[in-house]
């Protein structure tokens, strides 16, 4: 974070990649010494003074109002969860003391994520760190055992590139819904020591950290490359537990009567 704030950073980097001609805005022949949105054409699309959003900007006014950042929000063409993020950088930051226990995974959570045989579970962190997990978690993937962040791992070990046959987006969206679950803390110094490490190791983590995009992950479909049990098309779905401070389960299952089913049970008989 630079010396404008969280608010401001993020202002800055949503202003770089809007286009002007993605909002009507004609560009002419001069060349322009900026890639996306100027600050008084945010201004503008906002509807409120320039002098008002480089205050913005620049960290010193750092709550605005809702309408302001619902305005901002549509002049900068964010979807709702990006907006939704917007608006929670405006509200006063919570302090790092508020998130202690966020570690603990509850008896009964572990008990139902290894009553399920023939679907991989993982719960995170809300710094995407695997908090526990099941055999055939660990089976699928050695990465998915408790200690490990599965972000950093995703960048940083080179076997996950072979892994994941969509690697670099699920890289992308991976850093994306780590920003969006965990970076709501002032002077977080885990999250600060896990961006640290990822941008010291990987140009592409870096990459995307700066972008600041922001994600939920709910379901969807994932390939991977077993050396076991070779390519399997798995379904995902992200689950969140209520009553943590933003823990989830991930699961990791195959339709029935599918090849993949069938390799997920070996891995299952195996392990």
């Known amino acids: 974070m630079s010396a404008y704030g969280r608010l401001g950073d993020y202002l800055r980097a949503r202003r770089d990649q809007v286009r002007p001609e993605s909002v009507g805005l004609s560009v002419g022949t001069a060349k322009r010494r900026v890639a996306g949105l100027r600050r008084e054409e945010v201004a503008v699309l906002a509807g409120i003074s320039t002098d008002y959003y480089l205050r913005l900007e620049q960290g010193r006014d750092r709550h605005p109002s809702a309408q302001v950042l619902d305005a901002l929000a549509r002049a900068l063409q964010l979807d709702p969860v990006a907006a939704a993020y917007l608006h929670g950088l405006a509200q006063p930051p919570r302090g790092p003391g508020d998130v202690d226990g966020g570690d603990i995974v509850h008896e009964s959570t572990r008990w139902l994520i290894d ?14 760190e695997v908090l526990a997990s099941n055999a055939l978690a660990r089976a699928l993937n050695p990465n998915y055992r408790a200690g490990v962040n599965s972000v950093l791992s995703l960048l940083l070990d080179p076997d996950e590139r072979d892994f994941h046959a969509d690697w670099e987006p699920l890289a992308a969206r991976s850093v994306a819904l780590l920003r969006n679950m965990a970076d709501t803390h002032s002077g977080d110094d885990r ?15 870096r990459e995307f950290w700066e972008r600041q995009d922001v994600a939920r992950v709910r379901d969807g479909i994932h390939v991977v490359n077993h050396p076991d049990a070779g390519q399997l098309t798995l379904r995902y779905v992200r689950l ?11 699961l990791y299952f195959a339709p029935p009567d599918t090849p993949s089913a069938a390799g997920m049970r070996r891995l299952a008989e195996a392990g």
Do not use: K, N
């Not at 009553?115 to 995407?128: D, E, F, G, K, Q």
């Open 115 to 128: 009553s399920w045989p023939l679907t991989a579970a993982v719960v995170h962190s809300r710094y995407i």
């Open 191 to 205: 999250l600060r020591a896990i961006v640290d490490e990822g941008t010291a190791g990987s140009a592409l983590f």
């Open 240 to 250: 969140p537990l209520a009553g943590t401070d933003g823990q989830s389960i991930f």
